[in-house]
Every structure is written in structure tokens, then in C-alpha cells.
């Protein structure tokens, strides 16, 4: 393999030393914080607002819940070149991609859907009839 693809363990650590010596990387590591924290804090305001919503009226979550379940069924990279062609590839396409990856989980939570438990309900029943019937899993 190429050291431009994999380089070395030991060039991998020196850089990382000479980067942290330097500053550098506290400066990129802070960048990226900064995304990621303001990324979640979007995608967390935002999937409790809509989960709330959906979760205290019957009419918000009759008109939302089919967009919504349609919208997380996109995973974020799917989002990536509808969202380039919309805000470019600056900040905001970083914050947006964090906020959709934050968003349906914490809508999901406060909404109370309990997808997860029943599969689990679905799985235990499956694996209970095949052990009745002999097939080990």
C-alpha cells in the first residue's frame, strides 16, 4: 500500500506530536467541536420541537409523522448533494448534516415511539417459535 494512502505508524505519531507542539491541532480540534456541538444543539432544539409537537397534537402528528418517517428513512449522506446544490460547501452545510444526524433520534424520543422495543418484542417471539421448533439460531 502507498504511504500516500496508509502511511506509517510512525509518521502517523510524529505529525500528530509536531501538530500538537505546534498548536495546530488544538486549532483544528476546537473547528471541529465547535461543528459538532452546534450541529447537535440544532438537531436537538429542532427533534424536540417536532417530537413534542407530534407527540401533544393528533393533527400536527397526522400531517407530519408520514414526512417525517419519510425524511429519516434518507440516511445523511443521502442528504449530501441535494444540501450542496441548496447552501454550498461552507459552514452550513457541516451544521446541517450534524443537526439531520441529531434530529430523528431525539424526534423519535420525544415522541415516544417505541419502533425499537417492538422489534425487539418481534424478535424475541421469532427466536421463542424457533427454538420450538428445533432450528437453533
Request: no cysteine; proline share 7%; hydrophobic share 55%.
Amino acid at each position: 500500500v502507498p504511504d500516500q494512502v496508509l502511511p506509517p505508524p510512525g509518521v502517523v505519531f510524529s505529525t500528530f506530536a509536531d501538530m500538537a507542539a505546534s498548536g495546530e491541532l488544538w486549532s483544528h480540534l476546537s473547528i471541529s467541536l465547535v461543528r459538532v456541538f452546534s450541529g447537535f444543539g440544532i438537531g436537538l432544539a429542532a427533534g424536540l420541537l417536532l417530537g413534542a409537537a407530534m407527540g401533544l397534537s393528533p393533527t400536527v402528528r397526522d400531517y407530519v409523522f408520514p414526512l417525517f418517517k419519510a425524511f429519516s428513512q434518507v440516511p445523511v449522506i443521502g442528504w449530501l448533494p441535494l444540501l450542496m446544490l441548496l447552501v454550498g460547501i461552507d459552514e452550513a452545510l457541516k451544521f446541517l448534516l450534524i443537526a439531520k444526524a441529531a434530529l430523528v433520534p431525539v424526534a423519535r424520543i420525544a415522541l415516544g415511539d417505541r419502533t425499537d422495543e417492538l422489534v425487539g418484542e418481534v424478535v424475541q417471539q421469532f427466536n421463542a417459535r424457533m427454538a420450538k421448533a428445533g432450528v437453533a439460531l
